[in-house]
């Protein structure tokens, strides 16, 4: 048996989604630039699903722009934003220390360039506020860019009120939407969001495709240039088949958001309340405002990764906050951020559920994740000198 638990990193596409996206890979291929009716056909396809993706998130289709998933869409909006505060002679930036290296990495990129970068401390409870944001806020502010809802932690922030502030200061808006849209209800127009990201897959749609929403006015920067797709804003011929598949699995899982968020939600908590007995451990982010899916705990005196190994052996996909990207065994910057010490972020485990979890999923999980968390603290050196008393515990 083998129970995925790993919906943050990606999600199964939908039957659905499938479906619709068959016909263009062997019936339906003509090019949408094509002037005959088969690249016409696809054509109408690719507009077809940037009128359903706009209704999902309140937008208008004109504002809708594909790209090959969420890192690229973040990146056309950091450097849109840029490229519009350079002409204006706004250097300045604000964003979050717990945002995604999509995000992180570009900023990193634009400070080179002469950009002053303002990352907000993010507190203990995975939340930044609208009045942080608003004191962070300068002259010379083009652009703030905080996430809807952290990947790893799963907190959801307070956009609505973040996006008042910054239309009232008149500075550009632009959020990370990747771990929201398609599980949070999402209108970009009351949300005063200027830009959004988002990716198929983590929400049941294809891997590789994406979009960035952008307010009517903004004129987005090519990142890839060439051919007029996309009003000359992301050239290259149209991943056609993905794009359809993007639409319907949104439109799919926005027909049912409240009903899964409940579902999911009741799950959550389930296994939230069954890990927290074990002994030593704490939940990571808000306990309530959260998103549905999410589940991350730290454990003092274990290893992260040791513990997704055992967890794989009995047939559980989860992740870790510590992933040792590039070889590094560097801990979460998002649990380092929320104030976690580098030993309790070392022994992180995130769950992220989906609907088509079970009770008897759940009950597995918490059987199974006590299980090897007594196994591996039985030899543990840190946590020998835990119980003896030679270390404080942190949790
Ligand atoms: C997955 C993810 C991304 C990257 O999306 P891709 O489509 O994989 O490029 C960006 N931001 C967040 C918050 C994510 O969860």
């Known amino acids: ?80 934003a840029a490229a519009i505060g350079k002409r204006k002679g706004k250097m300045h930036i604000i964003s979050t220390a717990f945002e ?28 930044v506020t609208a009045d942080e944001v608003k004191a962070a806020i300068r002259e010379d502010t083009c652009l703030v860019s905080v996430m809807f809802a952290n990947n790893e932690i799963g907190t959801v922030q307070p956009i609505a009120a973040i ?5 009232a200061h008149g500075v550009l808006f632009h959020t990370d939407a990747v771990q929201a849209v398609g599980h949070v209800a999402i209108d970009v127009k009351a949300m005063h969001i200027d830009m959004l990201s988002s990716s198929a897959h983590k929400f049941h749609g294809p891997k590789g495709t994406g979009f960035l929403y952008a307010r009517k006015g903004i004129l987005l920067q090519a990142l890839i240039c060439g051919g007029a797709q996309e009003k000359s804003k992301r050239a290259g011929t149209e991943n056609v088949p993905a794009i359809v598949g993007m639409a319907t699995a949104l439109e799919e899982i926005c ?25 030593h451990c704490a939940l990571n982010g808000d306990a309530t405002n959260r998103l549905p899916s999410n589940v991350n705990f730290c454990f003092e005196g274990i290893e992260g990764e040791s513990l997704l190994l055992l967890l794989d052996d009995k047939g559980i996909c ?10 590094s065994l560097d801990p979460s910057h998002v649990l380092m951020a929320i104030g976690r010490p580098h030993e309790v972020a070392h022994g992180s485990l995130r769950l992220t559920l989906s609907e088509e979890n079970t009770e008897e ?19 543990s050196p840190v946590w020998r000198d835990l119980v003896s008393g030679k270390q404080e515990h942190i949790l």
């Open 255 to 279: 027909a049912g958001i409240d009903e899964n968020a409940k579902k999911v939600a009741a799950l959550r908590d389930k296994l939230i309340a069954g890990l927290s007995r074990i002994e």
């Open 361 to 379: 999923d759940i009950d597995y999980i918490i059987k199974s994740v006590k299980e090897v968390v007594a196994h591996l603290r039985s030899f």
């Open 100 to 127: 995604h290296h999509a995000v992180l990495h570009m900023l990193k990129k634009l400070e080179k360039e002469g950009f002053e970068i303002t990352l907000l401390d993010v507190h203990e409870n995975g939340i």
């Open 163 to 167: 996006g008042a502030v910054c239309a």
């Open 1 to 80: 048996m083998r129970i995925y638990a790993d919906n943050a990193a990606t999600t199964k596409l939908s039957p659905k989604a499938l479906e619709a996206m068959l016909p263009y890979f062997q019936i339906e291929y003509g090019n949408p630039s094509s002037f005959y009716r088969e690249g016409q056909q696809a054509k109408s396809a690719i507009e077809e699903a940037r009128i359903k993706i706009a209704r999902c998130i309140g937008a208008d289709y004109k504002e809708i722009t594909f790209t090959s998933g969420g890192s690229e869409a973040d990146n056309q909006a950091l450097l849109t």
């Open 318 to 327: 989860a992740s870790s906050g510590s992933a040792c990207t590039s070889g």
